[in-house]
């Protein structure tokens, strides 16, 4: 498996090695531009935070600033987790404890 993330959009692809391929499966939309993705321990969800911001804030500091659970059924395909997360600002990385319990946020403005 394969996930790409241009603007609100993540995409799950099929990956054949042995032809140097990728197959497009499906595509699932977000609140906003994905700015980050970390995988669960488990590997049964992505962890996507997203934003309406320009990057560094400025001169768009957004609006809609997401933390989405996004869950991976065993054929890799994405559906949406519950309902995303409000952030305070844009986040710029996202991350999950080795136990798969806490989620980390960071932002750079401010820095928190």
């Known amino acids: 498996m394969f996930y790409q993330s241009v603007g609100d ?4 692809w099929d990956v054949d090695v042995e032809s140097a391929t990728l197959a497009r499966r499906d595509t699932i939309s977000v609140p906003s531009n ?15 935070s997203t934003s309406d911001a320009a990057s560094g804030n400025a001169p768009n500091p957004g609006t809609v600033h997401r933390l989405c659970a996004v869950r991976v059924d065993g054929s890799g395909a994405l559906e949406m987790h519950g309902a995303p997360a409000a952030l305070p600002q844009r986040p710029i990385h996202n991350s999950v404890d080795a136990t798969g319990a806490y ?7 401010p820095a928190t």
């Open 34 to 48: 994905v700015q980050y993705v970390w995988p669960h321990p488990s590997r049964k969800y992505l962890y996507v």
């Open 9 to 12: 959009r993540v995409t799950h």
């Open 103 to 109: 989620a980390l946020t960071c932002y750079n403005n």
